[in-house]
Nanobody
């Protein structure tokens, strides 16, 4: 069974930091491109960052560039999202995604990019 389990969400003050983790199982993690998305209520789905299977290449949305970073540990099947300088408009559920086309995750195609597998999401709430 393929599973993506996110953790690390919560409530943080504006300007603060949070780290999300995604534990993957049931597929060959080290051969799979991975991404983080979010979708605030009433807003379109937004691809934030994507990393290639080896971790050699990353793609980052302009909305989080310089504030968010991505990581992966192929030995432990863990995928991470480090968020700093959080703002109230970062509030949303955040989703880990596997088997994606990274070049389409960020940018104008983000709403339509095909995703192989989704996590259940973890809520991030930033108070202003």
């Amino acid at each position: 069974e393929i599973r993506l389990v996110e953790s690390g969400g919560g409530l943080v003050e504006a300007g603060g930091s949070l780290r999300l983790s995604c534990l993957a199982s049931g597929f060959t993690f080290s051969n799979t491109d991975m991404a983080w998305f979010r979708q605030a209520p009433g807003k379109a789905r937004e691809g934030l960052l994507c990393v290639s299977d080896t971790g050699d290449y990353t793609w980052t949305s302009d909305s989080v560039k310089g504030r968010f970073s991505i990581s992966r540990d192929n030995a432990k099947n863990i995928f991470g999202l480090q968020m700093t300088s959080l703002r109230a408009d970062d509030t949303a559920p955040y989703y880990c995604a596997a088997d994606v086309e990274c070049s389409a995750v960020v940018g104008p195609l983000t709403e339509h990019v095909m995703v192989g597998y989704w996590g259940q999401g973890t809520q991030v709430t930033v108070s202003s």
